[in-house]
């Protein structure tokens, strides 16, 4: 029973802080406010963490059976992966909890294949090889610890409103086509619900307001982007079929 007690109890201490910990479940108060409040985040914080590893998954798929990427902006595409990857190495750098950038690292992963297969399908398969091979030597020595954190805090400012801008570029895109082209509505729905959560989350978990800010503004414009889906909609063609009497003889 021992054994059992303390498994439950790291499991629950994944969720809570010891302090909150303490207040639940030995001082007995289950309404202690900002014990509510953090438990609250950490717990979003890991689902946000286990909804992340399918939430660009429709849109990999989409782009993969239909062997194209039209109407996917690079520049769009390019921008989220250069502000999700300083985001997920500001936070590692940060000593941030897991539960409040684990979700950007899973969506980086996701993102990198969908720069890689958008390089592809429009420019070339050697450039998108060529640009994966530099990627992951770079991103390999961001985490590695010789680069100053002034240096990644910098790169976490700056992509703020680049992040920002190409989700205007990508709105842009689907301004001018008159639609949504290859975006797939299940990602862009869950990318505007985990930016909004973690709005909440950053504020409890980090109180940084670089990410703060990045994840307010990623939530406008992922609603702008969602918005589009229903408003270049395009209604369903209803066939109308002339019944023919028949004349009786």
Known sequence: ???????????LLL???????????YDLNFFDVECLKTSASK??????????????????LKVWNSKSAKGISLVNVSMDL????????????????FSAWGDSFFILIQTLIIVILV????????????FTVLYCTLFLALIS??????YLWTAQLISIPL?????????????????????????????????SVRVFTSIQETGDLLLIWAFLLAT??????????????????????????????
């Open 220 to 249: 406008i414009a992922n609603f702008i982007i969602v918005v589009q889906f229903y408003y270049y909609k395009k209604p369903q063609k209803v066939v109308k079929k002339n019944k023919q009497s028949k004349k009786n003889r």
């Open 82 to 97: 250069f502000a999700v990857t300083t985001n997920v190495v500001y936070s590692y750098a940060s000593n941030f909890p």
């Open 15 to 25: 969720v809570v802080t010891p302090k909150c910990y303490k207040v639940f479940f």
């Open 43 to 60: 717990g979003l914080g890991f689902g946000i963490v286990g909804g992340s590893l399918l939430v660009k998954l429709p849109q990999v």
């Open 145 to 150: 610890g010789y680069v100053p954190k002034d």
């Open 119 to 130: 390089l592809k399908y429009n420019i070339s398969k050697k450039v998108s090889t060529l």
């Open 1 to 11: 029973m021992e054994a059992v007690s303390d498994f439950i109890q790291r499991i």
């Open 163 to 195: 992040m920002f801008y190409g989700k205007l570029t990508q709105g842009y895109v689907n301004y001018k086509n008159k639609g949504t082209g290859q975006l797939s509505i299940a990602t862009c729905i869950l990318l505007f619900l985990g930016s």
